[in-house]
DNA sequence: GATGAATGAGATTTCATTCAT
DNA sequence: AATGAATGAAATCTCATTCAT
């Protein structure tokens, strides 16, 4: 059944997001949707394979907001937004882009997506490298949610000028 | 013997860079100074100990950047070329940031030193959020050590401008 | 299952007879009932509760004896039968009582249980302290099996005289 | 040294009374008289010897009351008040006793004595089994230190009549 | 006599995974 | 789909003991 499966990416999103990749143990996330632990091995036959699909899911929560057709000054109000109505989403993704370091499947995820969201801010800005400046920023300004609204907008106000 | 506790302290480091916090391991970290795993027990009681230490001495190695006497250009350039030196600094404090929000003693060891190092970028800066900006922007571009020296000169060229 | 309970609460019985509480091995109770060490933690999270489940089966095999029932004789001539035909559950007794000490956990086992027995004791006996001479000789002569049935005798004599 | 060796001993009847034989550690000795725990086997090559020691120390404190020379009386009364001013020993006393069933060094420690406990204890009684009494009851009543000392009366009244 | 470093055996506990039902 | 029992590998930490200094 693929609603078990969508409450097992949820619960394991709020793990993850709760105590990080490292402390994320499927007998919570059974638990946390009230099934036996072993059941969860029928959905996702591995632990990593779970882990996989959280991350599919939270890429795709910010598909709409890389999309080619924007200004950049949406883009960055929208991740602004973003940051203050789902900081979850930010939490797993630092989580996320440290894991893909040491595991390749995630690796294999996240990278197309940084190089597509590389490849439309290229397309908004006039120097390349400002588009790993506004990625290296956004990635960074995770780490304190509470100034990160008034850092995307500082840096989208030097780049207009 | 504090050499001992040294060599503990600077393979725990290597490990961590190479396998993250939570892939790290007392048995291995004793076996690459070539002693018995209970032996490390000795010299650091816990596997948090030791895990503090590392956190400790990485820090100490930034310490001379952050110092209040520089100027911005000095201190990104110092960091932009620490960047290419030592980029193991930076992937470790990228673990030890994460690991804070979840281990109260490190968050005691990074929190102060961000402080510290967002109050000496104030002074140099004329508007505050600028030095959160850049302390995003730094922690942001660990992610990408290729691109980084890059991503900090434009972002010293902006805060120029 | 609990079939599988009750063969690892007999087998931690036989093992704390044999070697004391201090001396019993979570992988020898596990390898005496055939299964592998990490599976006694399926049915027992811990060594402190499988204790805990020993002391009360113990204690449940003394209820019969303690009714509030019977005639000082009946009872006397109870234990003094039972010290013959099960002296491991006094040798077990000696373990818990002396482990109650430091551990509450047993204490709140062992607690009540003396506290009952001294209640229907003073029902029986004139003056109340006898109560405690009858506890405290029971739990003495438990260190000598082969006298004590006599001691048990010559104790109810007096007190009858 | 001899007082070093006695400070040991001490160290370690005090720290058996507080956690018991199982929960002794040479470290926790070495530490109250304050040395190294390694310098410790200087004195005491092995845990055993020093535990050896210190139920030696402990016997010697009870072998004046049970001198041969005492009426029944006399015996019941040293032992009693022995109860309120050194509860102490008689807590080790416990510790021992359950200690010499898988120790045969401390059995042999502690046969002897009671051997002669009980020689001394049948010369001042009609009845041989009164002094397995006797014995039961106050290695029982050690249990509850506050009511020892009335039920050894008790007994004594009841052995008088 | 004393120390600190080292050892090694071991103990409990954790956890993803498998399998029979 | 689901369960509960079982597994086995591993991980941290403990502790008496030894040894060189």
């Known amino acids: 059944m693929t609603a078990r499966r969508a409450q097992l990416i949820e619960a394991a999103h709020d793990l993850i997001v709760a105590h ?3 402390g994320l143990r499927t007998r919570a996330v059974a638990a946390a949707v009230g099934i036996d632990h ?3 091995h029928h959905h996702f036959p591995t632990k990593a394979d779970l882990i996989e699909a959280v991350a599919d899911r939270a890429l795709a929560a910010f598909r709409p907001a890389e999309g080619p057709t924007q200004t950049l000054t949406e883009h960055l109000r929208h991740l602004a937004a973003l940051m203050t109505t789902r900081p979850d989403l930010f939490t ?3 989580e996320l ?3 893909a370091t040491r595991d390749t499947a995630i690796a294999a995820l996240m990278g197309p997506r940084d190089d597509r969201w590389r490849a439309s801010l290229t397309a908004l800005l006039p120097h390349p490298v400002h588009a790993d400046l506004v990625i290296a920023t956004v990635k960074g300004a995770g780490n304190h949610p509470a100034t990160a609204p008034a850092v995307l907008k500082a840096l989208l106000d030097l780049l207009r000028k």
Chains 1, 2, 3, 4 share one sequence.
């Open 97 to 99: 882009d440290l894991h």
């Open 92 to 94: 797993l993704m630092r």
């Open 20 to 22: 990080g990749i490292a």
């Open 38 to 40: 072993s059941t969860l």
